[in-house]
């Protein structure tokens, strides 16, 4: 039965079936082959979104989707250009720095690449930027949505191993800003080099008048953490409270949603769910199989009889994710491998969050990695830079990512500190 499982699965995934339906007809296929009911198709379809915190998923889509509409990007953007206008390649500082602000409102690394690089890539044009670093540059922060809370996939992780999203939120914000600092003193060499220029002079004026504009926004993510930590509401509760808000700010402060713009933000965060909800419901079936045949034991037992050194072992499991989050995105790749290697970290002593942040940051990384890079795919369609160009330009950000992903697997700290 595992050979037909992954046999099937790995022959469609390289015809390019969407990863959804691949997981789907090769669990069914085993299914068949090795008689169990069919009955249990839909039991396991449905169980897997009978799930109370998995509603957190849509309705941050659905915040995701009003936020999108609503001003909130270019007001941040603009906050953070009052803060780093008149450094060399400005335009380079603000979207490091707008990567680590907007990762805390949409939850999406792809939402925010594609959000950055509608509005930042005509503007480093224009400045004589080289395409591939703004491409690059837009791209690799954009990802560090997915780290940094409210993460979707910090939340599918957390369903899937029982963990704390709110422990997890909090993980998250150490790891998200050491990538994004260290994107922005990578953008500060290359500018210097490439003598990019500044945007004007930053006053204590100007910072506080676009800080003005800009505080509801930014005050999302804190709503949101403060909230979940301190037990005032659920993932899911802080969800739908993070709807209303974004809706009521972007409507009756911003002013920039119409009545009008409701159906088409309401059909976008449909859609993004009904892809999502399909992947989840697939990738349960697929781990119920996985489960039912004793498959995640026997690859914890191959692996802890390889080598019981702790810190190789863990090298391993980096290398692993990394591996897969070539091929797979971060959604399926959690659902399917948490419960085979969260247990085997855990027997290393590694803490659940701290484990929750290797798997997302390695799974960040495949963001920007082909054949499945979705940010660079994106990227590279707003810019019109080549994919292999922009892989070669994102050589230095998979470096500073994979040195932020050392120090999160081997100083706990880095992600415990505040959640002990």
Known sequence: MGAILFGTFVVLLVLGVPI???????????????????VVLSQRLFTALDSF?????????????????????KRIIDFALSIVGNIKG???????????????????????????????????????????????????????????????ALI???????SSIGDLFVAGIIPGVLIGLGFFVYSYFVAKRKNYPKEGKVSLKGVWTSFKRAAFALAMPVIIIVGIRGGAFTATEGGAIIAVYAFI?????????????????FFDAALSTAIISTIIAATSLFGWLLS???????ITSTLLSITDNPILLLLIINLILLVVGMFLDSGPAIMLLAPILAPVAGSLGVDPVQFGLVMVINLTIGLLT???????????????????????????????MIAVLMLVTFVPEITTIFTK
């Open 20 to 38: 959804g339906f691949v997981l789907a007809l090769s669990s069914i296929g085993a299914m068949l082959a090795s008689d169990y009911p069919i």
């Open 53 to 73: 915190p998995f509603m957190a998923i849509p309705l941050f889509m659905l915040a995701g989707s009003i936020m999108g509409h609503g001003g909130i990007t």
């Open 90 to 152: 400005a335009l380079g500082h603000v979207v490091a720095t707008s990567g680590i602000m907007m990762g805390g409102i949409s939850g999406s690394g792809v939402a925010d690449t594609a959000a950055l690089g509608s509005v930042m890539v005509p503007e480093m044009k224009k400045r004589k930027y080289d395409a591939g670093f703004s491409a690059a540059l837009v791209a690799a922060s954009g990802s560090i949505g997915l780290i940094i809370p409210p993460s979707i």
């Open 156 to 162: 599918i992780y957390g369903v899937t191993t029982q």
């Open 249 to 265: 700010i972007s409507a009756f402060v911003y002013k920039e949603i119409k009545l009008k713009d409701l159906p088409k933000i």
């Open 292 to 298: 039912s045949e004793q498959i995640p034991q026997q």
């Open 370 to 400: 082909p054949p499945v890079g979705t940010s660079m795919y994106v990227a590279s369609n707003i810019s019109g830079v080549p994919i292999m160009e922009l892989s070669k330009k994102l050589l230095p950000f998979w470096l500073i």
